[in-house]
Protein backbone atom coordinates (compact mmCIF):
# COMPACT_ATOMS: atom_id res chain seq x y z
CA UNK A 1 0.00 0.00 0.00
CA UNK A 2 1.07 3.70 -0.31
CA UNK A 3 3.29 5.08 2.64
CA UNK A 4 0.41 6.58 5.02
CA UNK A 5 -2.63 4.46 3.93
CA UNK A 6 -3.63 3.60 7.24
CA UNK A 7 -3.90 7.56 7.76
CA UNK A 8 -7.48 7.48 5.76
CA UNK A 9 -9.10 5.65 8.81
CA UNK A 10 -10.50 3.08 6.22
CA UNK A 11 -9.42 -0.30 7.24
CA UNK A 12 -11.76 -2.73 4.70
CA UNK A 13 -9.80 -2.47 0.95
CA UNK A 14 -12.08 -3.23 -2.21
CA UNK A 15 -9.98 -4.64 -4.97
CA UNK A 16 -9.92 -1.21 -6.92
CA UNK A 17 -8.38 0.77 -3.40
CA UNK A 18 -6.51 3.31 -4.99
CA UNK A 19 -4.42 3.18 -1.63
CA UNK A 20 -3.19 -0.02 -3.08
CA UNK A 21 0.31 0.63 -5.31
CA UNK A 22 0.73 -1.77 -8.80
CA UNK A 23 3.01 -4.02 -7.07
CA UNK A 24 0.91 -4.49 -4.04
CA UNK A 25 -2.40 -5.67 -6.62
CA UNK A 26 0.45 -8.27 -7.79
CA UNK A 27 1.36 -9.45 -4.10
CA UNK A 28 -2.08 -9.71 -3.01
CA UNK A 29 -3.16 -11.46 -6.17
CA UNK A 30 -0.85 -13.88 -5.53
CA UNK A 31 -1.48 -14.08 -1.57
CA UNK A 32 2.74 -13.36 -1.26
CA UNK A 33 1.51 -11.23 1.41
CA UNK A 34 0.52 -14.25 3.20
CA UNK A 35 4.08 -15.69 3.24
CA UNK A 36 5.20 -13.31 6.75
CA UNK A 37 2.27 -15.08 8.49
CA UNK A 38 4.83 -18.42 8.19
CA UNK A 39 7.08 -16.30 11.01
CA UNK A 40 3.88 -16.02 13.11
CA UNK A 41 3.79 -19.72 13.00
CA UNK A 42 6.84 -20.68 13.97
CA UNK A 43 6.40 -17.96 16.57
CA UNK A 44 3.32 -19.64 17.87
CA UNK A 45 1.25 -16.91 17.37
CA UNK A 46 -0.91 -17.90 14.72
CA UNK A 47 -1.80 -21.49 12.97
CA UNK A 48 -2.33 -22.38 9.11
CA UNK A 49 -6.04 -23.12 9.45
CA UNK A 50 -7.96 -20.74 12.10
CA UNK A 51 -10.25 -17.54 12.44
CA UNK A 52 -8.89 -15.14 10.07
CA UNK A 53 -7.58 -12.16 12.60
CA UNK A 54 -9.27 -8.98 12.02
CA UNK A 55 -8.16 -5.46 13.20
CA UNK A 56 -9.00 -4.44 16.69
CA UNK A 57 -11.11 -1.58 15.52
CA UNK A 58 -13.42 -4.64 14.46
CA UNK A 59 -12.86 -7.04 17.29
CA UNK A 60 -14.05 -3.95 19.00
CA UNK A 61 -16.97 -4.15 17.80
CA UNK A 62 -17.63 -8.09 17.94
CA UNK A 63 -20.85 -9.37 19.93
CA UNK A 64 -20.51 -11.43 22.68
CA UNK A 65 -21.19 -14.50 20.10
CA UNK A 66 -18.56 -13.26 17.87
CA UNK A 67 -15.89 -12.77 20.90
CA UNK A 68 -15.47 -16.67 20.56
CA UNK A 69 -13.65 -16.42 17.40
CA UNK A 70 -10.95 -15.51 19.60
CA UNK A 71 -10.64 -18.47 21.98
CA UNK A 72 -8.27 -20.02 18.87
CA UNK A 73 -5.06 -18.66 17.34
CA UNK A 74 -5.54 -16.97 14.23
CA UNK A 75 -4.68 -18.67 11.01
CA UNK A 76 -3.48 -18.03 7.61
CA UNK A 77 -7.10 -19.73 5.97
CA UNK A 78 -10.19 -20.38 7.16
CA UNK A 79 -13.72 -21.37 5.46
CA UNK A 80 -14.07 -17.61 5.28
CA UNK A 81 -11.42 -16.56 3.31
CA UNK A 82 -12.25 -19.28 1.10
CA UNK A 83 -15.93 -18.28 0.55
CA UNK A 84 -14.85 -14.16 0.94
CA UNK A 85 -11.77 -14.39 -1.37
CA UNK A 86 -13.53 -12.15 -3.44
CA UNK A 87 -13.58 -9.57 -0.43
CA UNK A 88 -11.80 -7.04 -2.55
CA UNK A 89 -14.46 -7.28 -5.32
CA UNK A 90 -17.61 -7.26 -3.33
CA UNK A 91 -16.62 -3.44 -1.80
CA UNK A 92 -14.93 -2.63 -5.29
CA UNK A 93 -18.27 -0.31 -6.10
CA UNK A 94 -18.72 0.83 -2.18
CA UNK A 95 -18.69 3.86 -1.17
CA UNK A 96 -18.10 2.97 2.73
CA UNK A 97 -15.93 -0.27 2.17
CA UNK A 98 -15.91 -0.33 6.30
CA UNK A 99 -19.84 -0.02 6.68
CA UNK A 100 -20.62 -2.24 3.71
CA UNK A 101 -17.40 -5.00 5.11
CA UNK A 102 -19.74 -4.81 8.46
CA UNK A 103 -23.27 -5.47 6.92
CA UNK A 104 -22.13 -7.78 4.20
CA UNK A 105 -19.36 -9.91 5.10
CA UNK A 106 -18.53 -9.65 8.72
CA UNK A 107 -22.21 -11.40 9.72
CA UNK A 108 -21.18 -14.71 7.28
CA UNK A 109 -17.85 -14.16 7.99
CA UNK A 110 -18.26 -14.65 11.29
CA UNK A 111 -20.70 -16.75 11.57
CA UNK A 112 -18.37 -19.34 9.54
CA UNK A 113 -15.85 -18.91 11.74
CA UNK A 114 -17.80 -19.62 14.83
CA UNK A 115 -18.84 -22.78 12.93
CA UNK A 116 -14.76 -23.22 12.75
CA UNK A 117 -14.35 -22.61 16.66
CA UNK A 118 -17.60 -25.60 17.17
CA UNK A 119 -15.95 -27.67 15.20
CA UNK A 120 -12.34 -27.31 15.37
CA UNK A 121 -10.13 -30.50 15.02
CA UNK A 122 -7.13 -31.95 13.43
CA UNK A 123 -9.69 -33.84 10.38
CA UNK A 124 -11.17 -30.36 9.98
CA UNK A 125 -8.18 -28.31 9.61
CA UNK A 126 -6.54 -30.72 7.17
CA UNK A 127 -10.38 -30.30 5.60
CA UNK A 128 -10.15 -26.32 4.83
CA UNK A 129 -6.38 -26.76 4.42
CA UNK A 130 -7.06 -29.42 0.80
CA UNK A 131 -10.18 -27.19 0.31
CA UNK A 132 -7.89 -23.86 0.34
CA UNK A 133 -5.51 -25.29 -2.36
CA UNK A 134 -8.71 -26.45 -4.39
CA UNK A 135 -9.48 -22.37 -4.25
CA UNK A 136 -6.48 -21.45 -6.00
CA UNK A 137 -7.53 -23.25 -8.91
CA UNK A 138 -11.66 -23.00 -8.85
CA UNK A 139 -13.18 -21.17 -6.50
CA UNK A 140 -16.61 -22.54 -7.32
CA UNK A 141 -16.03 -26.29 -6.67
CA UNK A 142 -13.86 -25.17 -3.14
CA UNK A 143 -17.30 -23.28 -2.16
CA UNK A 144 -19.12 -26.14 -3.14
CA UNK A 145 -16.88 -28.39 -1.13
CA UNK A 146 -17.19 -25.93 2.02
CA UNK A 147 -21.09 -25.94 1.50
CA UNK A 148 -20.45 -29.71 1.86
CA UNK A 149 -18.56 -29.41 5.27
CA UNK A 150 -20.68 -26.77 6.69
CA UNK A 151 -24.29 -28.74 5.70
CA UNK A 152 -23.31 -32.23 7.90
CA UNK A 153 -23.09 -29.94 10.68
CA UNK A 154 -25.45 -26.81 10.45
CA UNK A 155 -28.77 -26.53 9.02
CA UNK A 156 -28.43 -22.95 9.14
CA UNK A 157 -30.00 -22.43 5.51
CA UNK A 158 -29.23 -18.46 5.38
CA UNK A 159 -25.49 -19.31 5.80
CA UNK A 160 -25.49 -22.08 3.09
CA UNK A 161 -27.20 -20.16 0.49
CA UNK A 162 -24.36 -17.19 1.13
CA UNK A 163 -21.67 -19.83 0.91
CA UNK A 164 -22.69 -21.24 -2.98
CA UNK A 165 -23.93 -17.43 -3.46
CA UNK A 166 -27.51 -18.46 -3.93
CA UNK A 167 -28.61 -15.59 -2.06
CA UNK A 168 -26.78 -11.33 -3.21
CA UNK A 169 -25.16 -10.43 -0.28
CA UNK A 170 -27.16 -7.81 1.89
CA UNK A 171 -27.09 -6.65 5.06
CA UNK A 172 -27.60 -8.74 8.13
CA UNK A 173 -26.88 -8.53 11.55
CA UNK A 174 -23.64 -10.22 12.88
CA UNK A 175 -23.89 -13.04 15.09
CA UNK A 176 -25.61 -12.84 18.71
CA UNK A 177 -27.34 -9.20 17.70
CA UNK A 178 -30.32 -9.04 15.65
CA UNK A 179 -29.92 -5.31 14.57
CA UNK A 180 -27.63 -4.97 11.43
CA UNK A 181 -24.54 -2.88 12.05
CA UNK A 182 -25.38 1.04 10.78
CA UNK A 183 -22.22 3.01 11.75
CA UNK A 184 -18.81 2.21 12.52
CA UNK A 185 -18.24 2.62 16.22
Do not use: C
Amino acid sequence: MMIEADKSGVDSTAINDSRITNTGHFIRKYKIDEIPNLYNIIMGQMSFVGPRPNVKKETDMYTIEEKKLLFLKPGITDLASIIFSDEGEILSKSNNPDLDYNQLIRPWKSRLGLFYVENYSFVMDLKIMIITLISLFSKKGASKLVYQVVSKKSGDKNLLNIILRKNKLRPFPPPGSNKIVLIRE
